[in-house]
């Protein structure tokens, strides 16, 4: 059973910067693909970003593909989403999931494709 905990959310106000961590336990964190995903009032949790097992690839949604950055420290069993020129759209409840792909190079982006979840952590951005 894996346990994740998210960090480093906040306030911050439009352009600029936050990066949130993920801590993982209770798992080998390499065989895990990790995601990250956002979710507004009333709406299902969109896909953000995803790294595959080793951080050799990753997937991001159309709207923060060139702002943020998702990346991972398998020593630290970490997963980071670097998010930069923040928009006040970009406020929600984000969250890890971390699942064990198919292959080494699996980068899932569908909510069902997930088995473990973080309790969130809100980032708000003010214009």
């Known amino acids: 059973q894996v346990q994740l905990v998210e960090s480093g959310g906040g306030l911050v106000q439009a352009g600029g910067s936050l990066r949130l961590s993920c801590a993982a336990s209770g798992g080998i964190f390499s065989q895990h693909a990790m995601g990250w995903f956002r979710q507004y009032p009333g709406k299902e949790r969109e896909f953000v970003a995803a790294?595959?097992?080793?951080?050799?690839?990753?997937k991001y949604a159309d709207s923060v593909r060139g702002r943020f950055t998702i990346s991972r420290d398998n020593a630290k069993n970490t997963a980071y989403l670097q998010m930069n020129t923040l928009k006040p759209e970009d406020t929600a409840v984000y969250s890890c999931?971390?699942?064990?792909?198919?292959?080494?190079?699996?980068?899932?982006?569908?909510?069902?494709?997930?088995?473990?979840w973080g309790q969130g952590t809100q980032v708000t951005v003010s214009s």
């Open positions: 999931a971390a699942v064990v792909p198919g292959s080494i190079w699996s980068i899932p982006d569908g909510l069902n494709d997930y088995d473990y």
């Open positions: 790294v595959s097992r080793l951080g050799s690839a990753s």
